[in-house]
């Protein structure tokens, strides 16, 4: 017997709806239709509307907050698709929530972001697409592929032409160097390290400024602001280091909790970059620039589809 081509399809949970349009329309793909409400008592309930059979479907939900609403609820897709004879799964999960609890701190603690991998397989997903997931060892906890893209080149041609000359890019700890690294490879600029204490989940300490920054605009980069507290940290640092500004800040994920927007006005930087991976509220903001990661996230798709390689969606 022949094989049938298998259609790809995008199906949208509730976490970010715009984003998973504006994937659709670059891929000039329809959205599976799909109803989800939640019962009186809070939980999901979940219809897909048309047939997923053979599909190749490609379930577009960041974890963002709140996390474990769409955490269930991607679950609840992956399950409806999975039971309706879906013929692969894909969760794109641009923002990967718990991805920060990716070890034990202490004793009698969970490794919550390995539990979230274990439930996103265990409903049947065959893959995961996700962005600048926070620590690299998280692919070790699936047993089946994922994919971290990277915002980085995305963010740095947005900044590109609004950088001054010996503008310093500056980690925020030990583990954003990589990162910064990358985008000091693609702005040609120098990279600066902080070393960083975390006092408490919203508290944090800078204890020393590896590298110059007298007299230099500087580039803070990290892949999330939650509370903001890392970033106005870093900005105080800097700053009693003798940087001048602006001083500009790139993340790829602004969770921009409650209060973090007022943080960072009051720390006084002049422009902060983050992308659509999660949804952004703030509407009036003129220091705010969102970059959309639709395209590289329909790239990402129209390659899988093509049973295509994402190496080169690093370049
Ligand atoms: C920490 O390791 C992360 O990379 C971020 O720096 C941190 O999670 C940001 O959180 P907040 O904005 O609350 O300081």
């Given amino acids: 017997m022949e094989g049938r081509a298998i259609k790809p399809a995008i199906l949208a949970g509730t976490a970010h709806p715009a984003l998973a349009a504006a994937i659709a329309q670059a891929l000039d793909l329809p959205l599976s239709a799909c109803r989800i409400e939640r019962f009186p008592d809070g939980e999901v309930a979940i219809e897909l509307r048309e047939p997923v059979r053979r599909k190749d479907m490609f379930i577009v939900q960041p974890t963002a907050p709140p996390v ?74 699936f047993h089946i592929p994922v994919d971290s893209l990277t915002a980085v080149p995305v963010l740095a041609a947005a900044l590109h032409d609004y950088l001054p000359p010996g503008t310093a890019i500056v980690s925020p700890d030990a583990g954003r160097v990589r990162m910064a690294s990358e985008y000091a490879h693609r702005l040609d600029a120098p990279v600066v390290v902080l070393h960083k204490q975390r006092i408490s989940g919203t508290e944090t300490h800078i204890t020393h400024v590896v590298g110059d920054v007298r007299d230099r605009p500087c580039l803070i980069i990290d892949d999330m602001i ?90």
């Fill in 68 to 141: 474990n609403e769409h955490l269930v609820e991607l679950l609840a897709l992956v399950d409806a698709c999975r039971r309706a004879a879906a013929g692969r799964i894909t969760a794109i999960v641009p923002y990967f929530g718990y991805a920060r609890s990716d070890k034990r701190a202490g004793h009698r603690e969970p490794i919550t972001a390995s539990m979230v991998a274990v439930l996103l397989q265990a409903v049947g997903v065959d893959q995961v697409v996700t962005v600048d997931l926070h620590a690299a060892q998280i692919e070790g906890f």
């Fill in 226 to 315: 939650s509370t903001g507290g890392t970033i106005v940290e870093a900005v105080t640092a800097l700053r009693s280091a003798g940087a001048r500004p602006p001083i500009i800040v790139a993340a790829t994920h602004g969770l921009l909790l409650p209060g973090a927007q007022e943080k960072l006005v009051a720390a006084g930087i002049d422009a902060l970059y983050v992308t659509d991976s999660i949804p952004i509220a703030i509407q009036s903001w003129p220091q705010l620039h969102v970059v959309s990661i639709a395209p590289l996230l329909a790239q990402a798709i129209q390659r899988l589809i093509g049973d295509g390689s994402l190496s080169e969606l690093w370049r």
